[in-house]
């Protein structure tokens, strides 16, 4: 469980994961980019390495830190009193902070630029509604493996990302951490660090509003109330 390990291991756990899951998104599309000019076929192989590699780190560091590597699955636990708030800064510092390094590693792989603003325009109402869509999903999803299938939460994680990166307009960053490391990135992952704050707020809006529903959902069944005399004749 996390808190058998102490906060600096927790926030090493956070950063690393951070990073290697963005280095895995940025590098798997320059490395799609370089390959192929489908622009479909380069989001399929950007989609599968995000996927399985979000089930390595969630199996391998969960036990570690919680496995958020996400600001915004950090506050809604914070929100749901599972982790302090002087915790939860310094996860997201180190999400941010990790996240950057992955966009540093990739570039580094690939021979580019250490840091590369983002040209890439990705803004206006449908990628903000989307991104609102993909936060909730996954931290629907989250809560509720936690709840019926912690084991599974790996594998679930990753498969909703790998979905989510097809039925949502913005190919599902749901992510803020992520988002800003991948402002810097001119390739094909990026996006204009301009756009950061539609992006972030949406993410934020659609992650509470499913840390709000699941706690209704997913609590304590209300009583019913006395049995109707028809229904204990049946």
């Known amino acids: 469980m996390p808190d058998q390990f102490d906060l600096p291991r927790r926030l090493a756990a956070e950063a690393l994961g951070t990073g290697i899951l963005v280095a895995t998104v940025v590098g798997s599309g320059i490395m799609a980019e370089t390959l192929t000019k489908d622009v479909a076929l380069a989001l399929l192989c950007n989609t599968l390495p995000t996927g399985a590699i979000l089930v390595v780190l969630i199996t391998v560091l969960g036990p570690i830190s919680g496995a958020h590597f996400n600001p915004a699955v950090t506050l809604v636990f914070t929100g749901k009193r599972e982790l302090p708030v002087n915790d939860a800064a310094l996860y997201v510092v180190a999400q941010i902070a ?137």
Request: glycine share 10%.
């Open 98 to 234: 990790g996240g950057i390094a992955g966009t540093m590693a990739a570039h580094l792989m690939f021979g580019l630029p250490l840091l590369d603003f983002s040209a890439k325009v990705r803004t206006g109402g449908p990628q903000w509604f989307a991104e609102a869509v993909a936060a909730f999903g996954l931290v629907a999803t989250i809560v509720a493996g936690i709840r019926f299938q912690r084991a599974a939460v790996p594998w679930l994680v990753g498969l909703y990302i790998t979905a989510a990166y097809w039925f949502t307009a913005s190919t599902s960053f749901a992510n803020p951490a992520v988002a800003i490391a991948r402002s810097l990135t001119n390739t094909f992952a990026g996006i204009r660090p301009t756009d950061l704050p539609g992006f972030i707020l949406a993410e934020l809006c659609g992650a509470f509003a499913a840390m709000l529903l699941m706690n209704w959902l997913l609590g304590p069944p209300q009583a019913r109330g006395p049995i109707p005399i028809a229904e204990t004749t049946l």
